[in-house]
């Protein structure tokens, strides 16, 4: 979502294209040490966060900003926290996948429970301008979503422009692009492996064993089952 963000504003904004990373140029609503150069980017300025509903500045309501949700089904989403904590110097390594997988379903994984996020978010739709976005969908129709934010967003591009968008936004050319694939902090050593790995839909099928598949789904009608969203397991690839 960051590199589609990206794209859309260079296409629109071409006096404004920067020649940075994607961590840089979406750089991260709560690291509060930059609010004073964060303030002085012109605008549409564009942030990226994992803070719950709680915690967003007043003005995300008030001033109805535009807030792009992204969802991912949460197997996969847990799947892909453990081999983060892996990586990310700055988490504790997992014991083991089983002790992860509990963690995560207690909502003691990094940024805490994934079932009050999504629930907080969708609770709190009709007091913010909010477009929710399934990761599944962008791997399935990835035009097809970008136009859905053009729209939201109120931007106009070209078919060209909008191609232009979607090639460069696709998992295959953004994990060879030093722009967006976070490999420079990789580099200093932020980061112990690559994370980028797949970006496919059903990976957890890898790892779930067939008892820890039926306790997830089990949490999850428990938790979830009261809201109208549903969620892609898995795509052919």
Known sequence: MQQILVKIMDAVHPDQVEDGTNRVRVPLLEDRCLD????ERPDPR??????PTNMLPHGVKTKRIKVVYVMRNPKDVLVSLYHFAHSWVLLETPKSFEDFFQDFLDGNAFMGSWFDHVREYYNEKDQMDILFVRYEDMLKDLRGEVVKLCAFLGKDLTDEAID???ETSTFKNMKTNPNANYMELLEKQRYQKDTMRKGVAGDWK??????????FDQVFAERMSDLPLSFTWELKQ
Do not use: C, D, P, S
């Open 164 to 166: 232009h968008v979607v």
């Open 206 to 215: 890898n790892h779930f064993t067939v008892a820890q598949n039926e306790y």
């Open 46 to 51: 564009v942030y990226r966060t994992h803070l």
């Open 36 to 39: 004073k150069v964060l303030g």
